[in-house]
Every structure is written in C-alpha cells, then in structure tokens.
C-alpha cells in the first residue's frame, strides 16, 4: 500500500521560497510507471495541478507556474521535494502530494502552507 506524507513550513513569508517534501512508503519512486506529482487547493478554490517527477527523474510543470517551480527527488530517502519561489498570499493553499500508477492515485493528507504579506 502506498502511503505518502508531506512535509514542511506551514507559515512562509511573501517573496520566500516554499519548500516541502513528500516522504512516500510502501514503493519505490523509481518504481516504474508511477507519477509523482504537487497539487494544491487554495481557499475557496478547485485543485491545481503544479507539476510532476516521473519514476525517471523526467520533472513536468504546469505552465502558469513553471517559471517558480522545482520538483526533485531523493532516491535514497525515497521522497520527492517541491520548491515554489517568490511566492504571494495567493500561493495560500492546502499543498497535498499525489502519486499516479497504470491502475490508480494516492494520496498525502495534504499540508495547509500559509504566505504571510
């Protein structure tokens, strides 16, 4: 069973950089096939995806926010690591990690990441 957990600073200040990693259990991230991936829901708002690290290494971005954003990994700790620069109150969300394989998703429980002005 794949479990995932994030992790990192829940109060960030307006032109910092966040930072979080996701610690995944239960499977290899270089296990073939899977996708990790950010996602984010800011108050009141739909989700977001904000990019991905294949099983590969291979990092994919959404468009609108690639400019900020840089995903990684850690093979030897089995996580993978979010890093979104000069960030605003509007990057305010609830961060979760997400992990994709042929069959299905899983989830992290998602972490509340505060940009204070």
């Known amino acids: 069973q794949v479990q995932m957990q994030e992790s990192g600073p829940g109060l960030v200040k307006a032109s910092q950089t966040l930072s979080l990693t996701c610690t995944v259990s239960?499977?290899?991230?270089?296990?073939?096939?899977?996708?990790w991936s950010w996602i984010r829901q800011p108050p009141e708002k739909g989700l977001e995806w904000i990019g991905a690290i294949a099983y590969t290494g291979t990092p994919y971005y959404n468009a609108s926010l690639k400019s900020r954003t840089s995903i990684s990994r850690d093979t030897s700790k089995n996580h993978f690591t979010l890093q979104l620069s000069s960030v605003t109150p509007e990057d305010t969300a609830v961060y979760y990690c997400?992990?994709?394989?042929?069959?299905?998703?899983?989830w992290g429980q998602g972490t509340q990441v505060t940009v204070s002005s």
């Open positions: 239960g499977v290899s991230i270089t296990t073939a096939s899977y996708y």
């Open positions: 997400n992990a994709k394989d042929t069959f299905r998703y899983y």
